[in-house]
């Protein structure tokens, strides 16, 4: 089974650029989670989607961030504009619908904005 | 303020023994308490649920304790191996409709051949 794909897997942009994070979650899954880890806040979560509805967003940092799921098989994650301290790696997870299933996640975009 | 505490240090011992692993948290109600592992540049991988009305659950040489008293859950690995290396991170219902995670920092575990 293919698990939760999220591209890219790295990347590298300067300051002020626009950067989107793409995510694919498993097929079936209806809840899906974007989170960001740093070593100093560890894993944060950012957003949380319900049948593709944006469910609780007070994670977002800043009106910077923004995140999009127009069908049950995709969903991103932008930036922009990019700056220094966005630097993280993100990952994508997804889960059913049903209370207390695990989160499968992806293996993470490493973003470095310069 | 909601806390979830993990040991920031990394945690080494050697092969064969138990690893025990300590998650504390305050101001929080869960109904259930999450593990999951992540190894370097993966992604974490979920190991064992313990519900709020279970004391212990088991999963081949895993087990998980929760003591909603003390606020804590203990992760242990038995006749841990050197494949058992890794960061482990316990994660905590918020208790509201979503059933969203708030995860710990995670220990790193090293086990030593």
């Known amino acids: 089974d293919a698990g939760v794909i999220q591209s890219p897997r790295h990347e590298v942009t300067e300051m002020g650029q626009e950067v989107t994070l793409r995510c694919k979650p498993i097929?079936?899954?209806?809840?899906l989670f974007w989170y960001r880890q740093t070593m100093m806040r560890g894993l944060e979560l950012l957003i949380y989607?319900?049948?593709?509805?944006?469910?609780?967003d007070s994670g977002m940092p800043e009106d910077r961030f923004s995140a999009k799921m127009p069908n049950a098989s995709f969903s991103t994650l932008k930036i922009q504009p990019s700056e220094p301290r966005d630097s993280a790696v993100y990952f994508c997870?997804?889960?059913?619908?049903?209370?207390?299933?695990?989160?499968?996640f992806g293996d993470g975009t490493r973003l470095s904005i310069l | 303020s909601q806390k979830i505490e993990q040991n920031s240090e990394a945690l080494n011992i050697q092969e064969g023994k138990t690893a025990t692993l300590t998650c504390n948290y305050t101001?929080?109600?869960?109904?259930?308490l999450q593990w999951y592992r992540q190894d370097p540049g993966r992604g974490p991988v979920f190991l064992l649920l313990?519900?709020?009305?279970?004391k212990e659950k088991r999963k081949e040489r895993l087990k998980v304790t929760f003591d909603t008293t003390l606020k804590q859950s203990l992760f242990h690995i038995t006749a841990s191996q050197p494949a058992d290396s890794a960061t482990y991170l316990c994660?905590?219902?918020?208790?509201?409709?979503?059933?969203?995670?708030?995860f710990g920092g995670g220990t790193r575990l090293m086990v030593k051949p």
């Open positions: 997870a997804s889960r059913m619908r049903e209370s207390n299933q695990p989160q499968h």
């Open positions: 097929s079936g899954h209806n809840s």
């Open positions: 989607f319900n049948n593709n509805v944006p469910i609780d």
């Open positions: 101001n929080y109600s869960p109904a259930y």
């Open positions: 313990i519900r709020e009305n279970e």
């Open positions: 994660a905590l219902d918020r208790g509201n409709a979503g059933n969203m995670l708030t």
